[in-house]
């Protein structure tokens, strides 16, 4: 399944729950932001309303970014679960489950958190596409529509916006390696 959701692009899996939208027609909104009785719900409703329009496109837009991620999770795991400490934990008697989860996991992660910064960052790339089909006004599709009209403004905005989301992304990860790396500290960062 990994395969599959790291070789589709967002172009075609944005077409596939088009046509899963289209096929479970009541059950999931086709396109929009929001419902023709919008204006007359409570703000729970409108809150929901736009969570319920905002399902498949999320799906759309994370299904490769998930499945990349969730192949460098299990080479990672599978590299540790071979190292002597992970044998020496089983021959103790450990349970599975915690020479798995505490032991193996712990340090099969950070790659994980590394690439998690610039997963953050990448949250635009392919988002013009699938807010195009599903007729999304978002930010991928605003950069799109001010390249398209020469507005250099907005252009330089979006792409010092990308490059704050990057350092933030990228703060974020560091931080998260402190805190599930006991190894790392930051204080000894010269």
Do not use: C
Request: hydrophobic content about 50%; aromatic content about 10%.
């Amino acid at each position: 399944m990994s395969y599959i959701g790291q070789g589709l692009p967002t172009l075609i899996t944005g077409l596939l729950f088009l046509f899963f939208a289209q096929l479970t027609a009541p059950l999931f909104p086709i396109g929009g932001m929001t419902s023709i009785n919008y204006a007359d719900l409570t703000p729970l409703g409108k809150v929901l309303d736009i969570g319920w329009h905002l399902i498949l496109p999320t799906i759309a837009l994370s299904i490769t970014g998930f499945a990349g991620l969730q192949r460098l999770m299990r080479g990672e795991l599978l590299d540790v679960l071979r190292q002597d400490y992970i044998q020496t934990a089983r021959a103790k008697g450990l349970p599975e489950n915690r020479v798995i989860y505490v032991h193996a996991l712990r340090n099969a992660v950070n790659p994980m958190v590394t690439l998690l910064g610039f997963e953050f960052a990448s949250l635009l790339s392919g988002a013009f596409i699938t807010e195009y089909f599903f007729n999304w006004p978002g930010l991928g599709r605003l950069i799109l529509q001010a390249f398209n009209a020469q507005d250099l403004y907005l252009v330089m905005g979006s792409l010092m916006m990308g490059a704050v989301m990057l350092i933030l992304g990228n703060l974020f990860a560091d931080l998260l390696l402190n805190i599930v790396d006991p190894r790392i500290k930051l204080s000894q960062i010269n």
